[in-house]
Nanobody, 115 residues
Framework: QVQLVESGGGLVQPGGSLRLSCTAS????????MNWYRQAPEKQRELVAA???????NYADSVKGRFTISRDNAKNTVYLQMNSLKFEDTGVYYC?????????WGQGTQVTVSS
């Protein structure tokens, strides 16, 4: 059974940094693209960053130049380095992948940007 477990969230001041991690189990991690989504209060979940199995990355316009997605296939882990954090980056961040017709989600990790 595929499981995704996120960690690394927390409270940070504007301009600060956090690194999120998502560790996968139950699948051959290196085969699949991995994504980070976030959901702010009273807003829809949105795609923040994605990395292919070949390590090609894409970002939402709102985070380009500030966030970096990367993966370590030896550790079955995908990372999201978040720099220059803003108030509007606050939300629950979820790790996601699609395997065949199924989508898998982690439990989420809370990121709060506040002064």
């Amino acid at each position: 059974q595929v499981q995704l477990v996120e960690s690394g969230g927390g409270l940070v001041q504007p301009g600060g940094s956090l690194r999120l991690s998502c560790t996968a189990s139950g699948t051959v991690f290196s085969f699949y693209s991995m994504n980070w989504y976030r959901q702010a209060p009273e807003k829809q979940r949105e795609l923040v960053a994605a990395v292919t199995s070949g390590t090609s990355a894409n970002y939402a316009d709102s985070v380009k130049g500030r966030f970096t997605i990367s993966r370590d296939n030896a550790k079955n882990t995908v990372y999201l380095q978040m720099n220059s954090l803003k108030f509007e980056d606050t939300g629950v961040y979820y790790c996601n992948t699609r395997i065949g017709a199924r989508y898998y989600w982690g439990q989420g990790t809370q990121v709060t940007v506040s002064s």
